[in-house]
């Protein structure tokens, strides 16, 4: 996921979440929950840097990630959730804010 937030393709990264929502999701509301990212791409400017920020696990099947992404006219927070039913991790929901309290990151 956040390779292609880095490469900032709005609909490689729809693809790819939704390949791995196990059906919790459809077309549509991937891309009217991902919309906003577009415009911001395209003003926010070159990237320089992303990292993993934070992790937290509740339980052992059910984690959410925190990623940091720089870019020349400010920051990106992305908050991943992700869930087990079974032997593989699939996507439940992802938020991103230009603020990290907006995402839920308290430290």
Same mark, same amino acid.
């Given at each position: 996921?956040?390779?292609?937030?880095?490469?900032?393709? @709005?609909?490689?990264?729809?693809?790819?979440? =939704?390949?791995? %929502?196990?059906? @919790?999701? %459809?077309?549509?509301?991937? +891309?009217? #929950? =991902?919309?906003?990212?577009?415009? @911001?791409?395209? +003003?926010? #400017?070159?990237?320089? %840097?992303? !990292?993993?920020?934070? !992790?937290? +696990? /509740?339980?052992?099947?059910?984690? *959410?990630?925190? /990623?940091?992404?720089?870019?020349?006219?400010?920051? =990106? @927070?992305? *908050?991943?959730?992700?869930? *087990?039913?079974?032997?593989?991790?699939?996507?439940? $929901?992802?938020?991103?804010? $230009? +603020?990290?309290? $907006?995402?839920? =990151?308290?430290?």
């Amino acid at each position: 996921m956040a390779e292609l937030i880095t490469n900032g393709s @709005f609909d490689n990264l729809t693809a790819d979440l =939704l390949a791995h %929502s196990n059906g @919790f999701t %459809s077309v549509v509301d991937m +891309k009217a #929950g =991902l919309i906003n990212l577009q415009p @911001f791409w395209s +003003k926010a #400017g070159a990237l320089h %840097s992303h !990292e993993h920020i934070a !992790e937290t +696990k /509740y339980g052992e099947a059910f984690v *959410r990630h925190w /990623y940091l992404f720089v870019y020349d006219l400010g920051t =990106l @927070f992305v *908050r991943c959730t992700m869930y *087990r039913p079974g032997d593989n991790w699939l996507f439940l $929901d992802m938020s991103y804010a $230009d +603020k990290p309290e $907006d995402t839920g =990151l308290t430290h």
